[in-house]
């Protein structure tokens, strides 16, 4: 039995808020057992999901060993490459944010994909940018003067219907969709491939028509991909479901004609998917889709090994928090950090419980052993400031929400104002040395003066500021 090599570059999670519904996990399943080499997030217009992806990858049941370092530990790598991806909304201007019924908000989707840390760096920062100086209407949005500074590092497809190459064939001419080719194809180079999909509508017919027309002409390689928003055919009914929550419609609600043009107002239509076809297809599936272009199945694997396996995980870096004079007793910072700490723990403690019994004193020991064992004393201490400054300047705190409201360090330094031991709160759910994370304290500040904390912490802690790593 021959055995088909084929990787899905093209995937939409649940973090295609509302739009996908592949499950992290279950996307990696499906893929072990058909033992694909590799696997793509391409999310709609963010990278919420990417370090959830690539932590799935590197966990103990998805690696393999292939060696051992120079201690005998053993080495070990994905067994199923992540590829990191986004699929972007690109406009003609990102700074154009006024818009009318003649001029409208034209969008199209770009898929892009890193091939090393170069262009992860560059994914994220047109990700960024996107949100940053693009956002309008629901859609963080970038634009060619971004693809040409970011592009280092990337590979670039003609994407789906919705993306640029593939809508001038359909809404234009086939001589103005190939002057956009050649702008890409002058970009990117050998890393432009022509992205071919089949979901029985005549649309892509039409399409990949033409784009393999330019293939021919280009000398650019063909990939098969299936634009999958759901796990198997099964949950097609599912996810449509999850539009009908994203729109705000009813299931039986006829869909559009043109189910890329979300934007159409008209209440007797809706947002739907064409078909049931848009599931993460089996590499058999897919060699039986384009058993007459076999080379579309086994490019994917070109593109697969380009691609660098990377790991997210890094030491988790602070800024620096500087701790009075008289307080700088030794070479370490995170000590010196740690006894600050301690001494504004003590002295709240006396505030905050008058009365100290053996209990309070046992369990803000406690908590100062495990805060300075995994050596958060600066973040607490960060917090502890600016909290601090807002208040000084006549900002409303919120009294702190989430697990933080289990520790009494945070409660007698002022972070919190809620006592644990009143209310019998754990401070093992806010933090444990047994699941090492960084701890999340949620602080909500009042809307006119949340703006000014932003500040105070940027200009403090941002400008000439070199980052300490804590492990």
Partial sequence: MQVIQFSHLHNHTQYSLLDGASSIDKLYKKALENNMPAVAITDHGNMFGVFKFVAEAWKKDYVKVIGKDENGKDIVEPKIKPIIGCEFYITEDRFIKSFSRPLKDKRYHQLLLAKNEEGYRNLVKMNSLGFIEGYYDKYPRIDKSLIEKYHQGL????????AIVPRY??????AEAEK????????????????????????????????????????????ATNDSHYIDKDDADGHDILLCVNTGEKQN????????????????????????????????QMAHLFQDIPEAIDNTNLIVDKIKSLNLVKEIMLPVYEVPDAFKIYNSVTENQFQFLKELAIQGSKLKYPITTPEIEERLQFELSIIHKMKFSGYFLIVWDFVKHAKEIGVMVGPGRGSVGGSVVAYCIGITNIDPIK??????????????EMPDIDTDFDDEGRQKVLNYVVEKYTKNQVAHIVT
């Fill in 155 to 162: 590979i670039a497809t003609t994407c789906c219907l919705g």
């Fill in 169 to 174: 064939i359909l809404e234009k001419s086939e």
């Fill in 180 to 223: 956009e080719f050649e702008w890409w194809l002058n970009i990117f180079g050998e890393d432009y491939y022509i992205e071919l999909q089949r979901h029985s509508l005549k649309e892509q017919n039409q399409v990949n028509e033409v784009l393999l027309k330019f293939a021919k002409k280009y000398h650019v390689k063909v990939i």
């Fill in 253 to 284: 609600t006829p869909g559009m004609d043109d189910f890329l043009d979300g934007e159409k107002t008209d209440t007797k239509r809706r947002f739907k998917f064409p078909n049931e076809e848009f599931y993460f297809k089996t590499p058999a």
């Fill in 423 to 436: 209310y019998k709160l754990l401070f093992e759910r806010f933090l444990n040395p047994d699941r090492n």
